[in-house]
């Protein structure tokens, strides 16, 4: 767990920055210039991501479980998910309703994508990793909140659309295929 942990800290910690220090990365990127912060942030987001993978991969050899599978969840999460990927999709379809209203659907879908999670797994390496996620989503999208809003262009009907097509056809890819073939786990039993 110890290599879950590092990994959440590093990965989670320099996507707080600009939330919780403001002061301090802008002290970075003045010190190290707009391509050399870049660089930093990308070798510890990096670093964070493969200690995330290789930790949970480790946990999930021994798992501890922290409570009985509850029957039906992974329905329930499975549902949760479709939303999660049209608030994905959102974030990059042009001249959508959910940009325009939500302001921040990647933030959001995080957000979903982490509690789903929460409720469809039982072991203190899933609580920590999905636990960590939500909890940084929240702190994340509150701080979005407090700024100026984005300009977004002015959606259309055209654009919601295609955004409900796109996250229903990358749900279906990850259900159906992805998350069986990449994590070894099928969302669907």
């Known amino acids: 767990m110890t290599w879950l942990a590092l990994g959440l800290a590093l990965f ?4 707080l920055t600009r939330a919780v220090a403001p002061r301090w990365r802008e002290a970075r990127i003045a010190r190290l210039g707009a391509m050399g912060w870049k660089g930093f942030y ?15 991969s480790l946990a999930r050899q021994q ?14 999460a499975a549902a ?12 990059y379809v042009p ?7 939500l302001q921040h659907p990647m933030t959001l879908s995080v957000k979903v994508w982490a509690f789903a999670h929460l409720i469809a797994n039982n072991t203190l390496a899933d609580v920590m990793l999905f636990g960590s996620f939500l909890v940084w989503s ?3 999208f509150r701080a979005a909140r407090r700024r100026p809003a984005p300009a977004t262009a002015t959606p259309t009907v055209a ?6 097509v796109a996250g229903a056809a990358l749900w279906a890819f990850f259900a159906f295929w992805a998350h069986a073939a990449w994590l070894g786990i099928a969302p669907l039993g």
């Open 63 to 76: 798992p501890v479980v922290l409570w009985p599978a509850i029957r039906g969840m992974n329905h329930g």
């Open 159 to 164: 654009g919601s659309a295609a955004t409900v």
């Open 138 to 140: 929240i702190l994340v």
């Open 42 to 56: 990308t070798v510890v987001s990096l670093t964070g991501f493969v200690l995330i993978l290789w930790g949970y």
């Open 80 to 91: 949760l998910m479709l939303v999660a990927m049209v608030l994905m999709a959102a974030a």
């Open 12 to 15: 989670l910690g320099i996507h």
């Open 95 to 101: 001249r959508n309703h959910f940009k325009a209203k």
